[in-house]
């Protein structure tokens, strides 16, 4: 990836228009999976990852409509494993579409199964899919986390009775044992994920109903025991967890270090490089110690946004549409290179693969070159 740009910004190797949603774009296999909405219809469509022309659709009816007037959805990520494709629209619909063909697999309506209150939003987290099991943030009344065969569709076990949040599930090896990571409404949970047992749990809510858990734990493996960190607006705000089996022991805990308000920091040498505060007040970006919770530097009133981590660099997509290049590291704030790539707002995550760069706002989706 160049660190000079040209003076108009990274070439646009192609640009076409899109749906609404906040559902970010997946690159696997020379293929570019859209998961948008257009005319009543939730769609998630095979483009070909260098031209943008599209491959296959699938799509089927939605009702979705926002309480407080944001974007109808979907707002989920589609996760791809195996030659699937797997999507979860803003009504809790989860589909299994085949990565080659469009053709459905199968699809479940978890709302309707599951007994699922709307919530403020209705669904936003994405599926974790590992192993041959779809893992769902579904928040069921009795089924607040749902694992299905990722073959059939088939329920193999339910865990928790938490509502669901926006947060995405993670997997990760803690302290050696493979264990499923995931931010629920009220808690954070880690899971045995071949039946759901839970291995361990804390609480991590706002006392009011307002509140945003949105953004992933980020887990770190460290020698002295792996390290969780976990962050949500409105109330609980940010903090360290040490793992050790079924407990966890806090390392540090602040409401004014980094607050997710949705987009989940990056992790480097120690360091978290994230946004912090509500995103309609104009967020700050900061470098943050992992293990103290020091804040190394601030760049005030930065606004809202994504992160990419690429090797020693931070790729940052603000929700103005403004791209900037600059260097992860701990001493300041050090941009390299800035590009208005779009107009706002922009609030899906980008994806990068191979150098080339895709990201959407509400109505246009594009390629950009970052090899030259």
């Known amino acids: 990836m160049v660190e000079k740009w040209p003076a108009g910004g990274p070439k646009v190797l192609w640009r076409r228009e899109v749906g609404e949603g906040f559902a970010g774009p997946v690159v696997v296999q020379g293929r570019v999976i859209l998961f948008h909405r257009q005319n009543g219809r939730e769609i998630v469509e095979a483009l070909n990852a260098s031209t943008g022309a599209t491959q296959w659709k699938y799509d089927y009816p939605t009702v979705y409509r926002d309480d407080f007037g ?64 779809v893992v769902a943030n579904v928040g069921g009344k009795d089924a607040g986390i749902v694992a299905f065969d990722a073959k059939t569709g088939k329920v193999l076990w339910t865990a928790t009775k938490d509502a669901a949040s926006y947060s995405s599930g993670i997997a990760a090896n803690i302290a050696g044992k493979r264990t499923f990571v995931f931010l629920t409404r009220a808690n954070l949970v880690g899971l045995e994920p071949a039946t759901g047992k839970v291995i361990f749990e804390k609480r991590w809510r706002a006392l009011q109903q307002a509140s ?106 603000r929700e103005t549409g403004e791209l900037v290049l600059a260097s992860a590291t701990p001493d300041a704030f050090r941009p390299i290179a800035r590009a208005q790539i779009l107009p706002a707002t922009v609030r899906a995550f980008p994806a990068l693969a191979g150098g080339v760069l895709y990201a959407r706002n509400e109505k246009n989706l594009i390629a950009l070159d970052l090899r030259r």
């Open 70 to 133: 944001f974007d109808e959805g979907p707002r989920a990520a589609p996760t791809v494993v195996d030659g699937v494709v797997y999507t979860f629209g803003a009504e809790g619909k989860l589909h299994a579409i085949s990565l080659s063909t469009g053709k459905l697999i199968w699809s479940e309506d978890t709302m309707k199964r599951f007994g699922v209150e709307k919530g403020f939003f209705g669904a936003g987290g994405s599926l974790l899919v590992e192993d041959g099991r």
């Open 212 to 317: 945003v858990n949105a953004a992933t734990p980020v887990i770190v493996n460290d020698p002295m025991g792996d390290l969780i960190f976990l962050s949500a607006e409105y109330g609980p705000g940010a903090g360290v967890l040490r793992v050790n089996g079924a407990t966890l022991t806090p390392v540090w805990s602040n409401d004014e270090v980094l607050n997710n308000h949705y987009a989940t920091p990056v992790y480097r040498d120690g360091i978290l490089y994230g946004f912090h505060g509500r995103q309609e007040h104009g967020q700050s970006l900061r470098a943050v110690e992992l293990r103290t919770g020091k804040v190394r530097w601030s760049e005030q009133r930065f606004l809202a946004g994504s992160l990419i981590l690429a090797g020693d660099k931070l790729l940052i997509l």
